[in-house]
């Protein structure tokens, strides 16, 4: 034998002579047409503590099904509604030092986050501004609102007018 191809055409000559002389069943003959894969291992019952072992949680035993559906999740009310107790001296002392703990490291905060800038998004810092809005509106082309002459219409009484819209718009 000089090759693998030699070998595989020895073997496959062999089985076609002992299939000649009637030493060997013909692959057709012996069912779906497939070589023999080996023992038949179907009807072998593996214990479900090795699967447990193996498998770890994904295995679920034969004898119990697989879940299908999530379990409903129910709340439970509670029984009573606490009443709101008086507070007195004593947890108030308690308290007291409490607040001013978390007073001071909300300032800390504050402080650490402002100095960084990561909070605001005014990144100039505080500018002053001379002009008025009426002076800057002027400069770029507004026209500045005027007060009507008309009798009822002051604000009061197109606030009136408005809601008297909208509630006919309702019905």
């Known amino acids: 034998m000089d090759s693998i191809g030699d070998f595989a055409q020895n073997l496959i000559l062999n089985q076609v002579e002992g299939i000649k002389e009637g030493k060997e069943l013909p692959s057709s003959a012996k069912g779906n047409g497939l070589a023999p ?52 001296e004593e947890t108030a002392q308690q308290l007291v030092p409490l607040l001013e703990e978390v007073k001071s490291l909300l300032k800390e905060m504050t402080a650490a986050t402002t100095s960084s800038g990561s909070i605001g998004v005014n990144m100039a810092g505080p500018q002053k501004c001379d002009d008025s809005w009426e002076a800057m509106e002027k400069r770029y082309g507004y026209k500045s609102s005027k007060a009507s002459k008309l009798p009822g219409d002051s604000r009061k009484e197109v606030l009136k007018r408005a809601i008297r819209s909208k509630l006919r718009k309702q019905k």
């Open 37 to 88: 894969a080996g023992r038949d291992i179907s009807r072998v019952k593996v214990p479900d503590s090795f699967m447990t072992e193996l498998l770890g949680e994904a295995y679920h035993p034969q004898d119990t099904p697989a879940v299908e559906e999530i379990p409903e999740l129910v709340w439970e009310q509670p029984e009573e509604a606490q009443s709101p107790q008086a507070l007195t």
